[in-house]
C-alpha cells in the first residue's frame, strides 16, 4: 500500500472518529434533557481467582536431569605452549579425566504435572521424564522433593511418580470427561517456559481430535492458553476436577496459538490406576487384525454406511480360539460400546480388563450378529510382532528359479493359477497359506490400482473360500450379476499376512 493510500486510511479514520463522537456527545445530551439512565457496559465472565486459589498448590512444576555422552570424537582445539588460558582450555574440554568430545554433560528440562493423593502419588507425561536420571517436583510452597518413577505408558504418554512427604499433600480428583461438551469453560494450570505456576482458562474446542500420537488417541482440544513446560500439567473443568492432562500443542512458532490438546480422564483414569496397582499397564487383547472400512468395502459387504472396523485376519495364539470371529467380519460393537471406526475398537479392548469375557457384534454375511469372546493381555510389543510378517521372506537372489506357470484364468486383470507346490516353491508361499495364487498383474488393472502383485492369494472372495482359479471367476460372476459394483478379496502374502482389499467388478 502506498503512502498517499495509507494518509488516505488515516484521515478517513480521523473523520470517523470525529462523527462518533459528536453522535455520543448528542446522544448524552438528549438522555440528560430526558432524565433517562445510561446503563452501565455488562461485567464480564466470572472470575475463576477462587477457584484457582484452591488448585494452585496441588499443580507442580517438575525439573529433570538427564547426563548424556558426548558423542562428538573432534579433538579438543589446540593453544600455544606456555599460554596462560592452557588451565581453562583443559577444564573445558577435558573435564573430569574425560578426554575431547568423551566427556559427558548434563541436560536438563522442566515440566508440569499434579498430585493426586496426598500421600505423595504425582501424574505427568511420560516424555516429561523420560531418560531422566534425577526427577525434582517444585511445590508451590517453594519445597522440593526428589520423585521416584512408579510407572509409565508410551502409548498414552503418562507416567506416575511418588514423592515421601513430611505431611499429606494438596490433591486433585479426576472428574469425568465424557461429560464435558464442546463449549465448555476449562482451566490450565502449569509450568509455561519454567515460570511457574500459571493459569489460563478457555473453553473446549473439540472432542476426540486423532493427532496421530499414538494408536488410542482421543485428545480434548482446548483454546486455554498452553505452552512448552504446560506438558504433564492439568485441565481443569469449572468444579476444579482433572478432566484432561495437557500434552501436545500445535504451533509453527512453540509458543501457543490457541490449538492445545489434553489426555482425557476417561482414558487417563485406568492408566494412572493401573500404574498405581502394578507399576504398568495390563490391556486387554482381542487378537485380531483390523483395517477400515471404506465406501467400497461397504458396498461389497451389503452394509449401509461405512462404519466398524473389518477384521483382516485372527492372530495365531490369541483369545480368539474357536472362531467366535472370522476374517471378513465387521466389528460394530463391542462390550456395549458403538465402534464407528477402527480406532473406537482399539481404545475400547485397551480399557477393558485381562480375562473379561465380552460381547462382540460383527456383520457377517450382511448380517449382524453377537459372539462373546474373552480378552487376553496384550503385552508390549506382541501386537508388533503379531502384526509383521511372520517369516523373513529373503531375498529374490535366494529363490531358485523355476519354469512359467500356466494361467489358467484370467481375472479382474489378474492372471491366477492353482496354488500347488511348485508355486510355492516359486514365490515362497508358506505351507499355511491356501488360496488361487496370483501370477501376474495387467498394468493400470482394477487390481493394480489396489496394489496386488503376483505372489499374492487370493483367500476369499466375497466371504467365500477359493481353491481354484474358476472358483475366483464364478464368483466374481455370481456377484456381478446380484448387482455388485465391488468384490471384496481376502489377500494374503507369501508370508501368511492377510489384508482385504475391493475391487470394480462392473
Known amino acids: 500500500m502506498s503512502t498517499r493510500s495509507k494518509s488516505r486510511v488515516h484521515s478517513l479514520g480521523a473523520s470517523l472518529g470525529v462523527l462518533a463522537l459528536a453522535g455520543a456527545l448528542a446522544f448524552s445530551s438528549t438522555a440528560l434533557a430526558q432524565n433517562t439512565a445510561i446503563r452501565p457496559p455488562s461485567n464480564g465472565p466470572a472470575s475463576v481467582a477462587d477457584l484457582a486459589a484452591g488448585l494452585l498448590d496441588a499443580v507442580v512444576n517438575i525439573a529433570t536431569s538427564q547426563k548424556v555422552k558426548n558423542d562428538d570424537d573432534a579433538p579438543a582445539p589446540q593453544v600455544p605452549e606456555g599460554s596462560p588460558y592452557q588451565r581453562y582450555f583443559d577444564e573445558f574440554f577435558k573435564g573430569q579425566g574425560n578426554q575431547g568430545g568423551n566427556r559427558q554433560r548434563t541436560v536438563e528440562s522442566l515440566g508440569s504435572g499434579f498430585v493426586i493423593d496426598p500421600s505423595g502419588y504425582i501424574v505427568t507425561n511420560n516424555h516429561v521424564i523420560e531418560g531422566a536420571d534425577d526427577i525434582e517436583i517444585n511445590f508451590a510452597n517453594g519445597s522440593k522433593l526428589k520423585a521416584k518413577l512408579v510407572g509409565k505408558d508410551t502409548q498414552t504418554d503418562l507416567a506416575l511418580l511418588k514423592v515421601e512427604p513430611k505431611a499429606p499433600l494438596k490433591a486433585v480428583p479426576f472428574g469425568d470427561s465424557r461429560k464435558m461438551r464442546i463449549g465448555d469453560w476449562v482451566m490450565a494450570i502449569g509450568n509455561p517456559f519454567g515460570l511457574g505456576g500459571s493459569v489460563s482458562v478457555g473453553i473446549i474446542s473439540a472432542r476426540g481430535r486423532n493427532i496421530n500420537a499414538g494408536p488410542y488417541d482421543n485428545f480434548i482440544q482446548t483454546d486455554a492458553a498452553i505452552n512448552r513446560g504446560n506438558s ?16 501436545a500443542i500445535i504451533s509453527p512458532t512453540g509458543g501457543s496459538i490457541g490449538i492445545g490438546f489434553s489426555v482425557p480422564t476417561e482414558l487417563a483414569a485406568n492408566v494412572v490406576l493401573q500404574l498405581k496397582d502394578f507399576g504398568e499397564t495390563r490391556r486387554g487383547w482381542l487378537g485380531v487384525r483390523v483395517q477400515p ?7 461389497s459387504l451389503k452394509m449401509d454406511a461405512p462404519r466398524g472396523a473389518l477384521v483382516s485376519g485372527i492372530i495365531e495364539g490369541g483369545p480368539i480360539t474357536h472362531g467366535e470371529i472370522k476374517a ?8 456395549g460400546h458403538d465402534v464407528g471406526e477402527v480406532r473406537d475398537l482399539k481404545r ?6 485381562v480375562g473379561k469375557a465380552v460381547d462382540v457384534v460383527v456383520i457377517r ?3 449382524e450378529q453377537t459372539v462373546k469372546v474373552t480378552l487376553g493381555r496384550l503385552e508390549d510389543g506382541a501386537l508388533a510382532s503379531a502384526d509383521a510378517a511372520t517369516g523373513d521372506e529373503g531375498s529374490k537372489a535366494d529363490k531358485p528359479e523355476a519354469a512359467p506357470l500356466p494361467a489358467t484364468d484370467v481375472v479382474l486383470g489378474m492372471k491366477l493359477a492353482t496354488l500347488n507346490e511348485e508355486a510355492r516353491k516359486k514365490y515362497g508361499i508358506a505351507e499355511d497359506v491356501d488360496g488361487v495364487v496370483i501370477t501376474e498383474v495387467a498394468p493400470n488393472s482394477v487390481a493394480a490400482e489396489r496394489r496386488v502383485e ?3 492369494v487370493i483367500v476369499e472372495v466375497g466371504q467365500e473360500a477359493m481353491e481354484t482359479p474358476a472358483d475366483v471367476a464364478d464368483r466374481v460372476e455370481e456377484l456381478k450379476s446380484s448387482g455388485r459394483r465391488h468384490a471384496a478379496l481376502l489377500i494374503s502374502n507369501k508370508s501368511g499376512e492377510l489384508r482385504f482389499v475391493t475391487v470394480r467388478v462392473e
Open 232 to 247: 504433564g500439567g492439568p485441565l481443569f473443568n469449572m468444579a476444579g476436577e482433572v478432566i484432561g492432562i495437557n500434552t
Open 293 to 299: 472400512v471404506n465406501d467400497d468395502i461397504a458396498e
Open 328 to 335: 471378513g467380519d465387521v466389528i460394530v460393537k463391542f462390550d
Open 348 to 353: 475400547v479392548v485397551a480399557e477393558s480388563p
Open 365 to 367: 454375511d450382511g448380517k
Open 454 to 456: 503376483a505372489g499374492d
